[in-house]
């Protein structure tokens, strides 16, 4: 499988990122893409997808969180970061209404210039949405055309969200959120809808640990070793095996990211 959304450039894990890659690997994860979520987290997030060439890979974007950061809607950093070989999309991008870090016009505008350029290099795009889906729709649907592949990273929404997004030909990204009884509920029931060839699989590592991983671990920190008890959960609501989701999850996150083949 492929870890297709870790934070590997966050402060909880700057003691132990080579050993969080190891057990990654020691698990079956057969590849790692680290989010950049504004102009110097990408820049990081590339420089550690060079350290583990062909197994790490990187995407370059500005969270709507820190849309406020940008001054410049042409994005010429994150278009010189594009140009790496290690960074197969633009993202995390988005809306989040939920917290408001930035002014909802600026979250906007960030958003769609983003969409601009991954339309001009003919990149994907790793996306977030919280509490905005409507606006969040409005400002995708007329750029959907014009992108090669777009995901939803770390789905949570409903059942009528979640055919909205499929009807936008959207990939699903789903988290440990579908393995939280309290608040995965929906999830799921609602994860058996998303085609074979649209479902992939996250840890959003350092957040999101599974809440029902047993022994229970002993730090609340998320990593990408988790990744097969989320598949495997995600199986089970599917009615699936999991070799099944894993092999399908595989084949779908690879051609989205045209990762030629991960490394185990």
Known sequence: MIDIGVNLTNSR???????????????????????????????????LARRWPGYCFSTAGVHPHDAKTVDDLSLPALRALAAAPEVVAIGECGLDFNRDFSPRPQQEAVFEAQLALAAELKMPVFMHCRDAHERFLAILKPWRDKLPAAVLHCFTGSEAELRDCLD?????????????????????????????????????????????????????????????????????????????????????????????????
């Not at 050993?19 to 590339?46: H, K, N, P, Q, Y």
């Not at 030909?169 to 009884?181: M, R």
């Open 168 to 264: 936008l030909d959207l990939h699903i990204g789903i988290t440990g959120w579908v393995c939280d009884e309290r608040r995965g509920t929906e999830l799921r029931d609602i994860v058996r809808h998303i085609p074979d060839n649209r479902l992939m699989i996250e840890t959003d590592s350092p957040y999101l640990l599974p809440r029902d991983y047993r022994p229970k671990p002993k730090s609340s920190r998320n990593e990408p070793m988790y990744l097969p008890h989320i598949a495997t959960v995600i199986a089970h609501c599917r009615g699936q095996s999991a070799e099944v989701v894993m092999g399908n999850a595989t084949s779908t996150s690879q051609a989205f990211f045209k990762i030629a083949h991960p490394v185990a």
């Open 13 to 47: 894990f700057d003691k132990d990122r080579d050993d969080v890659v190891a057990r990654a690997r020691e698990v079956g994860v057969g590849g790692i893409v680290i989010t950049g979520t504004s102009i110097e987290e990408s820049r990081e997030a590339l420089e």
